[in-house]
């Protein structure tokens, strides 16, 4: 159908938006609008700039025969702040408390709309980490790990506890809970994760790491490579923590149940390493 | 920041999808873009115009000084027809078959983009039943549950079967699961869900509906209703199903696990009722 500039601006951006991290040949926008190549070349410049201004994300575009245009969602720093801040003053409430020093989480994980802003922020981060699939823990992890996935244009493997007859043949390990020093299984379907894929650990929750650690351990039993390691919130914990590089979002530096105050900073992922670079 | 018509139309776009539901003062846009208003009203009519020819939903307009224009995402039925044949076919495929019966579904629930898209049909079909909260079982459930849900700007309440200390006070029920005739608990957390809500609940597979009629149940505990009830696919079942009043995209007619074929067909929610009128 044959669109005039402002319509082809509007329609672009819902794909765009809709396909993230996909190459997308120029011609597939001038047929599909029956307009001249530097017609769309100019469209692309608009929302590029758009894209860039708003803090939406960046397209890249590949020269040659294979070339294309590329969506890829970005979060700037002050912008990781902002929704980095806001999360935590969220997990400071009091009502969070539950015995045991607890932190009651589900509102925060329950919310598509603030998740999705949260995934955003790791898919930003690990945006040139030739990421090839997301894994996380069921049931928790679940929510990031998609808002993550869907960002990266990857697909999902959920690691469980329990092995389920609806899964096929699944691939097993042993792993230590760091906090409980329990041993405790994990399973993934066989075909639930390619061999040689390059995997996102994503989680909402880390406090000693054990969980984590067997899911990097998991990824080995798939001849496969850990892209990074990503977490909600991490606990300050006592011992040393079993899994080293990773980033979180928030730490929780400070429960106490009798004063019932809960004190949760940003995390790591503002420290050293450059996940806001480009 | 003030911007061309060409800037607005993609930051607007841009704004549009990421807040489906969710009304929006015309000031808002005129006063980010130190526009007049009737340039906004222009953009809008514009942005409404692609999104309902390019099948993307549409944009609502409420006049007076609560008014505004809402982004209603919305698929017809063409378009869901595509999906859901092209999703049937993919079910098809004998390698999915498990011993039992039991159909391998975790690639399709772990496609972000595809349950992303099945989301937005239930979004749609949905989209006037005042929705207020989406309810789901872990674990399959609970992709297609946010993608719903983050199409309706609502929030999504998990159901387990175990319970976890990390809840806080909970709410349990019994329930028959039908097909095994056997007693089973699940459990909602007390503030996973606000009183006298108006529920849609998702869930990836239902065959004689036990957990579905548990989760309506699970519903009244917390003094709310259920405005719908969705299903990813349907298994035929000799007995009357538990449930009467539900939408499957689509319904595994029949499995033959000597001959290796799977007969997937379109659910329900090509019957009767009118989920794709306006």
Not at 54 to 81: F, M, S
Request: aromatic letters at 8%; proline letters at 3%; hydrophobic letters at 35%.
């Amino acid at each position: 159908m044959k669109y005039r500039r402002s319509g082809r601006l509007v329609d672009m951006t819902n794909y765009f938006l809709a396909h993230p991290h996909h190459q997308i040949p120029l011609t597939y926008f001038s047929e599909k609008y029956e307009s001249a190549k530097s017609s769309i070349s100019e469209d692309i410049g608009i929302i590029k700039e758009v894209f860039e201004s708003k803090n939406i994300g960046t397209i890249e575009t590949a020269a040659g025969a294979t070339g294309g245009v590329t969506y890829i969602p970005t979060v700037d720093r002050l912008q990781t702040e902002e929704q980095v801040d806001s999360l935590c003053e969220r997990l400071e409430d009091p009502n969070r408390l539950l015995p045991g020093g607890y932190l009651y989480m589900m509102d925060v994980i329950g919310d598509p709309s603030l998740i999705q802003g949260l995934g955003r922020i790791f898919a930003s981060s690990f945006r040139n980490s030739e990421v090839d699939a997301v894994m996380t823990m069921a049931t928790k992890g679940i929510p990031l790990a998609y808002a993550v996935a869907s960002h990266l244009n990857v697909p999902v493997s959920i690691v469980r506890h329990e092995h389920r007859i609806t899964e096929g043949s699944i691939v097993s390990i042993n792993y230590v809970s760091g906090s409980k020093k329990r041993i405790q299984t994990m399973s993934l379907a066989r075909r639930s994760l390619k061999p040689y894929s390059n995997v996102l650990i994503i989680d909402d929750f880390m406090k000693a790491g054990g969980t984590i650690r067997g899911m990097m351990d998991l990824v080995s039993e798939f001849q496969s490579t850990v892209a990074g390691v990503g977490v909600l919130t991490e606990a300050v914990h006592e011992e040393e923590k079993l899994v080293s590089d990773y980033v979180s979002l928030t730490r929780l530096s400070q429960v106490d149940e009798r004063e019932r105050t809960i004190k949760v900073e940003r995390g790591n992922l503002f420290q050293g390493k450059y996940y806001f670079e480009s």
